[in-house]
């Protein structure tokens, strides 16, 4: 059984962002490793939306967006491999039905590295169009790699 809810523990995200299958940028970036981050102050941000995603009652995967302006919002998602595919698909729809009608969403965006063909994929699969690129913008394994940028309107 899927069940998908905004309510949620963040060592939910913890769980979910630290397990290995999930890529997260190296330290050297700047970015702080997932142990590291305070997912507890998402949940009083109103700019920040997050749905996890359970199978079978334990935590598979999550859905997120941040409110960039009264129209157009960034999303973020990270699903661990059990539940890639249909269950990611179906959560993702949901997500963006939310955004649309719940929160008057007009466009949507993903940034995805260039080398994560899966994530774009699922993107395209959802709607999304490639819009651009943003170069070197990502750091990976010691190098800056390029972003591409998708959008999906309403």
């Not at 700047?30 to 199978?55: C, H, Q, T």
């Not at 249909?86 to 080398?115: M, N």
């Amino acid at each position: 059984m899927v069940r998908i809810t905004n309510r949620y523990d963040p060592r939910v995200l913890d769980y979910i962002m630290g397990h290995p299958e999930i890529y997260w940028q190296h330290v050297e970036s700047g970015a702080p490793e997932p142990e590291k981050m305070d997912f507890a102050s998402y949940a009083n941000d109103v700019r920040v939306r997050i749905w996890v995603v359970f199978l079978d009652d334990y935590p598979v995967g999550f859905c997120g967006a941040v409110q960039k302006n009264e129209s157009y919002w960034e999303t973020h998602v990270g699903f661990l491999p059990v539940a890639r595919g249909s269950v990611a698909t179906a959560a993702c729809r949901f997500v963006i039905s939310e955004l649309f009608e719940k929160f008057g969403a007009r466009k949507l965006i993903a940034e995805i590295a260039e080398d994560n063909r899966p994530a774009q994929m699922l993107a395209r699969r959802l709607g999304f169009k490639l819009e651009g690129t943003n170069p070197k913008s990502f750091w990976r394994d010691g190098k800056l790699i390029d972003q591409l940028r998708f959008g999906l309107w309403r």
